[in-house]
């Protein structure tokens, strides 16, 4: 059976608006049904955080695209995982504002806060425990197991291309498929 991973970025919105949001979402939904691809954006009008999963090979090049687009700048790729299962089966791509309501029922970790939502300062750990915590509100079940993919890159540049980092990261998931 063909593994299926979670991987998570964080950015930052090039002229920010709720239509321009809208915008995205609607064409996500759109893809990501063809691609068998499932998620969640979390935003403010600082602050994309969103999380992708499906096949490795469908989740790169959605992320390929993405990574591209020029509505959103300063691209940090977060964090990589395999997973046992789907963190948000019932989501081609959901969202929540940071600023909702949606938000408050999280159970987080005491060190986490929406109230200053700044992903690019959480460490890969809060990463994964913040989805995980939106995955159980959302589904009300816990999610399924994960394993964080280990990343073999030597020391870099705090600020590395995000595209080459996730590859770098897929190559321990589906060596044969990444050339
Ligand atoms: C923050 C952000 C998240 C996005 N998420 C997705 C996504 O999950 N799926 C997707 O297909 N496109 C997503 N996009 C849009 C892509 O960058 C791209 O515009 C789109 O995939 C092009 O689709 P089209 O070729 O069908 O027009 C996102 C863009 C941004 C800025």
């Known amino acids: 059976m063909t593994d299926i991973i979670g991987i998570a970025y964080c950015s930052k919105p090039v ?10 979402l609607t064409v996500s939904q759109r893809n990501n049904l063809q691609a068998a691809l499932t998620g969640a954006l979390v935003y403010d009008n600082n602050n994309y955080l969103q999380w992708l999963e499906g096949e490795p090979l469908e989740v790169r090049a959605v992320v390929e695209r993405i990574f591209q687009d020029d509505r959103h700048t300063d691209i ?33 970790v005491p ?38 993919m280990p ?4 020391q870099r540049p705090r600020r590395v291309d995000p595209l080459s980092h996730l590859d770098r990261r897929l ?7 990444l050339s």
Request: charged share 25%; no cysteine; proline share 5%.
């Open 15 to 24: 002229g920010f608006s709720f239509k321009t949001v809208d915008e995205i």
């Open 111 to 148: 060190h986490l806060s929406l109230a200053n939502f700044d992903p690019q300062d959480w460490s890969e750990a809060d990463i994964v425990s913040f989805m995980n915590a939106l995955s159980d509100y959302l589904t009300r079940r816990p999610a399924p197991k994960s394993e964080l």
């Open 151 to 154: 990343d073999n890159g030597s």
């Open 171 to 177: 190559r321990n998931i589906a060596p044969d498929t």
């Open 76 to 108: 940090k790729l977060l964090t990589v995982n395999k997973l046992k299962g789907r963190w948000f089966p019932d989501w081609n791509m959901t969202a929540a504002v940071t600023q909702d309501e949606t938000l408050r029922g999280l159970k987080l």
